[in-house]
């Protein structure tokens, strides 16, 4: 593949954990791609979706993703699948109970382990997504730099259309917040508006509001 001319152009590179995952053929190809946008400057984001049926090809994320995320500005998931990825560690007690104030402080942990590990990156964001019933999401998220962190109001609804692509939704958001230079409270609102929005929305993709 040459990435060179694919990227020429271009000022970002985002993937997903979900091709890594695959085989270790992709994980390879992830690998070249990451060399190559790390090499033209781009800024480079990750999406740390964990499928545990989907690692089934003899390595587990541990093995494969800190090689790959090294070259990330940006890493997204949740502090579930930073510790399964990237080691980030995560308390084994923490459930639907816990106060948001407990998974800020968590997260905040996480993120630092993630800056101390990883030094290439510059901002972590993590989702946090509850649900009681098939209509119900509680939804939040945090926002972490290496010197300050946030997080985003509590939003809950009853109403759900369609909870798939919540996560993506939250990602562009981020994306874009960074992208305008945005302050770190207005990065995480905003990430959590288009992540909630999608909630109402049917389909893999919202509709673009914040």
């Given at each position: 593949?040459?990435?060179?001319?694919?990227?020429?152009?271009?000022?970002?590179?985002?993937?997903?954990?979900?091709?890594?995952?695959?085989?270790?053929?992709?994980?390879?190809?992830?690998?070249?791609?990451?060399?190559?946008?790390?090499?033209?400057?781009?800024?480079?984001?990750?999406?740390?979706?964990?499928?545990?049926?989907?690692?089934?090809?003899?390595?587990?994320?541990?093995?494969?993703?800190?090689?790959?995320?090294?070259?990330?500005?940006?890493?997204?998931?949740?502090?579930?699948?930073?510790?399964?990825?990237?080691?980030?560690?995560?308390?084994?007690?923490?459930?639907?109970?816990?106060?948001?104030?407990?998974?800020?402080?968590?997260?905040?942990?996480?993120?630092?382990?993630?800056?101390?590990?990883?030094?290439?990156?510059?901002?972590?964001?993590?989702?946090?997504?509850?649900m009681d019933n098939p209509k119900h999401n509680l939804f939040y998220g945090t926002y972490h730099t290496k010197s300050a962190d946030y997080i985003s109001k509590i939003r809950e609804t009853n109403e759900v259309v369609d909870r798939i692509g919540s996560g993506d939704a939250f990602m562009a958001g981020?994306?874009?917040?960074?992208?305008?230079?945005?302050?770190?409270?207005?990065?995480?609102?905003?990430?959590?508006?288009?992540?909630?929005?999608?909630?109402?929305?049917?389909?893999?993709?919202?509709?673009?509001?914040?």
């Amino acid at each position: 593949i040459k990435w060179d001319d694919l990227l020429t152009g271009h000022t970002w590179f985002h993937w997903s954990a979900l091709t890594p995952a695959l085989n270790g053929d992709l994980a390879l190809v992830m690998l070249e791609a990451l060399e190559a946008a790390s090499r033209m400057g781009m800024k480079i984001s990750v999406d740390l979706n964990y499928r545990s049926k989907l690692w089934d090809y003899g390595k587990q994320p541990i093995e494969v993703m800190p090689a790959l995320v090294q070259y990330c500005h940006v890493i997204m998931g949740n502090i579930w699948a930073a510790d399964k990825m990237l080691g980030a560690g995560v308390d084994p007690t923490l459930d639907r109970e816990t106060p948001s104030s407990v998974y800020y402080q968590q997260a905040t942990t996480s993120a630092q382990n993630i800056f101390k590990n990883y030094p290439n990156c510059e901002h972590v964001a993590n989702t946090f997504r509850f649900m009681d019933n098939p209509k119900h999401n509680l939804f939040y998220g945090t926002y972490h730099t290496k010197s300050a962190d946030y997080i985003s109001k509590i939003r809950e609804t009853n109403e759900v259309v369609d909870r798939i692509g919540s996560g993506d939704a939250f990602m562009a958001g981020l994306i874009l917040a960074i992208a305008d230079n945005e302050d770190g409270q207005s990065v995480v609102d905003k990430a959590t508006a288009a992540g909630f929005q999608k909630l109402f929305t049917k389909g893999d993709f919202g509709n673009g509001s914040l």
